[in-house]
């Protein structure tokens, strides 16, 4: 059951502090390698360090993901991306852990198929973007087509493109499309959450190795991906430039450090709560007609209580419990001032004076 609650102007201050280092600036020029480091934890000590917070993530986000679908208003798109074995599932199965299922759809983005070949490039992202009030999470996706495919052109010959479309320079024409349609979404009420898992080439070769090492990981090792550890450089390269091209003011990238999988857990979740937190949905409100007319209904039924039943037990017992912790309290005041309609900006500078 969610209840409302909103962190204060200081602790959101801390939360966009902790998520600025990782922020991909509108229009800066990345060099993946010199700017960004894999190892980063921002202070952390450790795993124990770091649990309270991933904790605080996944309740806020549950909080929020509840409102956001009784708001109906704003879908929220989030984008991974990463190397092999950066950690994307591990990351999604944790920090989406407290989420309603009904509320998140998670599409993972494989080869192709002939169907799928059959259409424009983004035919099949769009084909699975999520629904006002949903959180869709993109595992791969529509960046594999400035990623693999530029890596590996043969992707593009698949792509049974006209020759015109080919002729020019084909990723800067593909950057322009996709920032065309990302604002297009958001312009229409789809918040799109890009997050880039930066692993270091020395902590895939240790993830590699684990794989093979532990029985029950062998499942994981695919000898596709020790061969795309070869092209590790034109990899980078081309995420280098996929950044410089698509970090927007309405869809940034956020570069995530992954070489510690529980920082980048707790990263995710700050990123994915700011998110939620800017659009700062609402459960709806009653009117006062409504209001009325519900206390109609329940005038009704307290009526049919039969003989010896109470009229409305529910109302009972929370009057019970508001007076138990009452008198727990030794006073009558309200711990807290009464907000009822206070908007979260409102509460949070509120408290911080
Ligand atoms: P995995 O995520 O390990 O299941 O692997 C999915 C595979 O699909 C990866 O090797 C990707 O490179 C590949 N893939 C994903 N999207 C595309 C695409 N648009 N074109 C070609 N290959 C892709
Ligand atoms: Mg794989």
Redesign the pocket.
Known sequence: MATRQELTAKQRQRLADFIAPFLVRPGSKVSLAKDFDPGFKAGLKNKKAGVALLEEGVRLLSEYQARLAAQDTWGVLVVLQAL?AAG?DGTVRHVMSGVNPQGVQVH?????SAE?LDHD?LW?YASRLPARGDIGIF????Y??V???RV?PE?LD?QKLPKASTKGDIWKRRYREINDWERYLSDNGFRIVKLFLNLSREEQRVRFLRRLDLPDHNWKF?A??VR?RERWDDYHRAFSEMLSHTSTEWAPWHVIPADRKWFARIAVGAVLVTTLMELDPRFPTVTKQQRQALSEVKRALEAQAPEGAARDPFERARRDAKTAAKSARGDDKPQRPATGGANASELGVERSE
């Open positions: 092999d994307k993972s983005f494989k080869v192709p799928e490039f099949r595992n791969r996706s529509h594999e087509e990623l693999v495919v590996h992707n698949r695919s596709a991906d795309e």
